[in-house]
């Protein structure tokens, strides 16, 4: 078990282009979210999977945003023409458990800076 | 609306000295509230989780209460240490209004232990 894993850890690219990340989470963790966090806020919840079925996507994310998690396994998030909004840390975490105990185990993210 | 606050955001202490952050939410129906450490350019750590029916956990040098009829949850750090230096985070999840599986994040207290 060596943690949930994200790649890449960086990314900067020019507005308008296409982006995706991958998140590789804990083996056995059945449940897999996306967050978006901006210098000097807390994580913002954009969706998250139950195996490989995605049961909730917040509003904030857009049209040009896209998650998939194909066999419940590793979770790829694509943005496709990106703005310099978008530039935010995306971390993704997974976790094994119910509501009450629930704990999630994060990545250390990518960091994406759109020029 | 649901929101979780901290105070204060920034925090600067002398090593040993004891101390507390706070956290606060909008709406008494969770199910759990979980604190985190977060250290520069990085993902989360989970620190300590409290359950709805539950008034406090701790951690060797950490504990963490809650409050629920009152809306507050404070985290206390005995004997701080320079390794203490972090941002901490406070994270609701709620059974109503929304997503049963999604965190709400405060901004964090920054937490800096001087030698």
């Known amino acids: 078990d060596t943690g949930v894993s994200q790649d890449p850890r960086h990314k900067i690219t020019k507005r308008g282009q296409n982006v995706t990340f991958r998140c590789d989470p804990i083996?056995?963790?059945?449940?897999l979210y996306w967050y978006r966090q901006t210098l000097g806020q807390g994580p913002e919840f954009l969706t998250y999977f139950q195996n490989e079925a995605q049961l909730e996507k917040s509003r904030l994310l857009s049209d040009r945003f896209s998650a998939e998690r194909p066999k419940g396994s590793f979770s790829t998030l694509e943005i496709q023409r990106t703005e310099q909004g978008d530039s935010a840390m995306y971390l993704c975490a997974s976790s094994l458990g119910g509501l009450l105990n629930e704990k999630l185990f994060f990545g250390s993210g990518t960091q994406l800076s759109v020029l | 609306k649901q929101e979780v606050t901290q105070i204060p955001a920034a925090l600067s202490v002398p090593e040993g000295e004891n101390l507390v952050l706070n956290c606060s939410f909008t709406?008494?129906?969770?199910?759990?509230l979980q604190w985190f450490r977060q250290d520069p350019g990085k993902g989360l750590t989970s620190l300590l989780l409290?359950?709805?029916?539950?008034r406090e956990q701790t951690s060797g040098r950490l504990n963490a209460s809650l409050d629920k009829s009152s809306g507050r949850s404070t985290l206390y750090i005995a004997a701080s240490q320079p390794g203490d230096s972090a941002t901490y985070l406070c994270?609701?999840?709620?059974?109503?209004?929304?997503?049963?599986?999604?965190?709400?994040f405060g901004k964090g207290t920054l937490l800096t232990v001087n030698p």
């Open positions: 409290i359950q709805s029916s539950q």
């Open positions: 083996s056995e963790h059945n449940r």
């Open positions: 709406d008494s129906a969770i199910y759990n």
């Open positions: 994270a609701v999840r709620w059974y109503s209004g929304g997503s049963n599986y999604k965190l709400t």
